[in-house]
């Protein structure tokens, strides 16, 4: 069968859908970018707000019009906080909870009937990632969280923590680099609690990866400020360990915290910023802020900004709060007018674009190694990548000397030369 496969949402759907790519090209099947091309569709899909829940129901009904013939599975969050109704009701042909995510593949070949071929039956050295145009391999880690943070219904629908063994886990990226991957990511629900149930923890782990594989790049997806334990940054002396960390604070206000469950002060996320860039100056941390959460105060909303402007990020997503039936939030006073979060939300990006084009502006005329991916269909002239700290930086195709076949998946020396007039990356030369 042709499977297409496609995610919304955070980078442990990324990651769980490279295991899926994984297991279907050991079952026999081919994977394709095209839709169209599909005879089974897979959406992993996302309900982390009220947005994310229109977005999946949207991706479904577009995937369907798009290829009408095609068999569909959709798993996610959508599926499991009970927001899709039933498959007849989506129109698809089968749903996978979350907790049953690791037998979808196996539940596709019995559901229709597909034998299943050997591993060895595959192309040898064939990477799934690349089958989906990717260059670095997203390992989840573990799942589920133990804490309840008041607006979040994500560890609702995933259940407890569950962490995967450290052998696993080596052994899986040792597998993938087998394959060409140059960069592996950790992932998961609640990367740092990983460990809290076999007796491990996060340090372990990475000191372990660094230890037992040679994979050239590892980084972090995100990670809850509060489970950095002493001494964590200095695991940064590793070159292989990528300097970016996103660090989702959520609030700059402490009492917004508070009121968000959430475990971090403002004073603590802000010293964790210090250490990592007495570590490394252009140590890239980025973060999640939402605006407008119940109660939320001009005055907390001023601290908010303040707190910002003296950190400063790399790069800040920016979510208005919803309500999420099921979340202690959901029930909170006082919750802020729409036009109010419009206004606010305005606000935060503005402040953070100027962030991030004084975060690439400061690496203009520095040399860095890039991981390079490939063009865009958006613009085919440029080759993409990027540089260890998480910078988005492109070359020109015709103005290197390199072949642009040879820089895909490659890790090159380059000049940054200038940022791009839309601020989303800079221009750089390949040494």
């Not at 450290?166 to 991957?181: A, M, W």
Request: charged share 25%; hydrophobic share 35%.
């Amino acid at each position: 069968m042709n499977i297409h496969l496609k995610a919304l949402g955070c980078r442990l759907n990324e990651a769980e859908l490279e295991s899926w790519a994984l297991e279907f090209q050991q079952a026999g099947h081919a994977l394709v970018n095209d839709v169209e091309q599909a005879d089974l569709t897979v959406l992993n899909t996302c309900a982390v707000t009220r947005e994310a829940v229109k977005k999946s129901r949207k991706m479904i009904n577009r995937l369907r019009r798009e290829n009408p013939h095609s068999k569909m599975v959709v798993s996610g969050c959508f599926v499991s906080t009970g927001e899709s109704g039933s498959a007849a009701d989506l129109g698809v042909d089968m749903l996978v909870d979350n907790k049953d995510k690791d037998q979808l593949v196996k539940r596709v070949n019995n559901r229709w009937n597909i034998p299943i071929m050997p591993e060895g039956a595959t192309l040898p050295n064939e990477s799934a990632l690349f089958a989906r145009n990717r260059h670095r391999a997203f390992i989840k880690v573990q799942d589920g969280c133990r804490y309840r943070c008041s607006y979040c219904i994500v560890t609702v629908a995933r259940g407890e923590e569950k962490s995967r063994s450290v052998t696993d886990i080596v052994n899986q990226i040792n597998e993938l680099e087998r394959t060409g991957i140059k960069e592996a990511v950790i992932t998961g629900v609640h990367v740092g609690g990983y460990g809290s149930d076999i007796g491990s923890n996060l340090t372990e782990l990475v000191t372990e990866i660094l230890k037992s594989t040679s994979v050239p790049r590892l980084r972090f997806a995100s990670v809850e400020p509060w489970d950095l334990g002493e001494g964590f940054f200095s695991m940064f002396d590793n070159p292989r360990l990528m300097p970016h960390m996103h660090l989702p604070i959520q609030s700059g206000s402490d009492t917004v915290l508070r009121r968000m469950s959430r475990r971090c002060h403002t004073s603590e996320f802000a010293d964790l910023v210090r250490q990592a860039r007495e570590l490394h100056p252009e140590f890239n941390v980025t973060t999640d802020i939402i605006v407008g959460f119940p109660g939320e105060t001009e005055s907390e909303w001023q601290q908010s900004l303040d707190f910002v402007r003296a950190t400063g990020f790399g790069h800040i997503h920016v979510f208005s709060y919803s309500p999420r039936a099921g979340t202690k939030a959901a029930n909170m006073p006082d919750p802020v007018a729409e036009p109010l979060k419009q206004r606010r939300s305005r606000e935060l990006h503005a402040l953070a674009a100027t962030q991030k084009g004084e975060f690439m502006q400061r690496q203009v005329g520095q040399e860095a190694e890039v991981l390079w991916e490939g063009v865009t269909a958006r613009d085919p002239n440029k080759i993409f990548g990027y540089t260890a700290n998480y910078t988005r930086v492109a070359v020109v195709a015709d103005q290197t000397d390199l072949a642009s076949s040879a820089l895909p998946n490659s890790i090159r020396r380059c000049v940054l030369n200038d940022s791009d007039t839309s601020g989303q990356y800079i221009l750089a030369s390949v040494v």
